[in-house]
């Protein structure tokens, strides 16, 4: 059974930072895409990046560019999210994704973590 297991979600001040990982279980994902995504109460979940199974591609959404780092550790079957110059509307669940088959994808995604409330302080 595939798990994707998020961690490193928490309260922090406007301006800064927090790392976030997502450890996957069940089956290997060093050729498929992984990503993230991120919900705010009432609002639709948003795409914020995605990195290519070999870690060589990447992109984001235009509201987190400059800010946001996405990266992976194939060895351990894991991806993270460095999130820098935190502001208040980066206050969501932050969900971690992964392509069934897909090196590179911004989606749909067929697998899905649970979820880390990041809370950004004004």
């Known amino acids: 059974q595939v798990q994707l297991v998020e961690s490193g979600g928490g309260l922090v001040q406007a301006g800064g930072s927090l790392r976030l990982s997502c450890a996957a279980s069940g089956r290997t994902f060093s050729s498929s895409a992984m990503g993230w995504f991120r919900q705010a109460p009432g609002t639709e979940r948003e795409f914020i990046a995605v990195?290519?199974?070999?870690?060589?591609?990447?992109t984001y959404a235009n509201s987190v560019q400059g800010r946001f780092t996405i990266s992976r550790d194939n060895a351990k079957n894991t991806v993270y999210l460095q999130m820098n110059s935190l502001r208040s509307e980066d206050t969501a669940v932050y969900y971690c994704?992964?392509?069934?088959?897909?090196?590179?994808?911004?989606?749909?995604?067929?697998?899905w973590g649970q979820g880390t409330q990041v809370t950004v302080s004004s």
């Open positions: 994704v992964a392509s069934r088959l897909k090196p590179f994808t911004t989606g749909p995604f067929e697998y």
């Open positions: 990195i290519s199974g070999s870690g060589g591609r990447t």
